[in-house]
């Protein structure tokens, strides 16, 4: 498997179209700082999510306090495991983790899955990965019968294009007779400087016939993306622990595509079906070395202040 260049934080935040020729005078910008955290708190509950990094690596997350999620490496830095940890009135803190394995190159060969509160599907399972030149298959049982498909794919740049999850269906078992259905399907669209510029996000008709196909679009500023050295390993090991665990219509997604470029996200231009209520502004601080200092999320409907978020630096 190549070697990949950009990876996903875990958690959303923010994301110029940029032209051919702004592309390649930005594309060696670096930041002047090294990102120890940011911090988001979310309005009207005041709710805080303090993000830690060691040397651009992901360390934790703290929230209200409580440690949320928390990474741990290998003498290399290759990501090993992934906690996150879930309250319930009823049952209290629920550890959530992965456990990668790596051959001698570093390549995950498969990850042990631990959830013990899942509603539906397996508590603990064994994920398999296949690499095929530029194509990445990820395999594990759903049940006892059945089993989910998701194939990864990416460019001459190691840039994800394109992610399809696919349900396999047990249907009969004299013989066995599978049957394969479209869970949901990403494809994505770079500009000069890898920032992701548009999504289509395509699921199938809940009514039957053609498949529905939504586009997500994003701009971008010139300013240095203090989140891209953060993204310089582990970009398959998030990327299986993001799009496994959200639906993709959920923000999950369309927040933390944003990290992968070299520029921060100033504006999401929505699908034409989104509410009014479901959309939200964006607006950078920066200091006098074009360092980001906060970003502020406002709902275009209320004006109100949904998320600010800060980033701290060493």
Not at 5 to 31: G, H, K, V
Not at 52 to 65: L, T
Not at 134 to 151: A, G, L, Q
Not at 234 to 262: A, M
């Amino acid at each position: 498997m190549k070697k990949l260049f950009y990876t996903l934080i875990t958690f959303s935040l923010f994301i110029s179209c940029s032209s051919d020729d702004a592309a390649s005078d930005n594309e060696n910008i670096i930041t002047n700082k090294t990102l120890k955290s940011y911090t988001l708190t979310s309005f009207p509950s005041q709710t805080t999510t303090s993000h830690y990094f060691d040397n651009n690596k992901g360390v934790n997350a703290i929230k209200n306090e409580k440690e949320r999620f928390k990474f741990e490496y290998d003498t290399s830095d290759n990501l090993l495991a992934y906690t996150s940890f879930e309250e319930f009135e009823d049952a209290g803190t629920i550890e959530y983790k992965y456990e990668f394995n790596n051959d001698a190159s570093g390549n995950i060969t498969s990850a042990n899955v631990s959830k013990p509160n899942a509603l539906i599907g397996k508590k603990d399972y064994v994920m398999s990965f296949d690499y095929n030149g530029s194509k990445t298959t990820i395999t594990y049982p759903f049940n006892d019968y059945d089993t989910i498909e998701i194939e990864l794919e990416f460019n001459s740049q190691d840039l994800i294009t394109s992610i399809t999850k696919n349900k396999v269906f047990l249907i009969d078992s004299n013989p066995d007779v599978y049957v394969t259905e479209l869970d949901y399907k990403e494809v994505f669209s770079y500009d000069g400087n890898n920032n992701c510029t548009s999504i289509d996000h395509t699921i199938p008709s809940i009514v039957g016939g053609e498949n529905i196909t939504f586009t997500y679009g994003y701009k971008y500023d010139d300013k240095a993306n203090p989140l891209k050295a953060f993204h310089a390993k582990n970009y398959i090991p998030l990327l299986v622990i993001y799009f496994e665990n959200f639906n993709l219509l959920d923000e999950g997604l369309y927040n933390v595509i944003r990290t992968f470029g070299s520029n921060n996200f100033t504006e999401l231009i929505y699908p034409s079906s989104t509410p009014e209520s479901s959309k939200f502004s964006f607006k950078n601080e920066y200091d006098t070395n074009g360092n980001l200092l906060k970003t502020i999320t406002t709902n275009q409907s209320t004006g109100n202040k949904s998320v600010e978020t800060i980033f701290n630096y060493d």
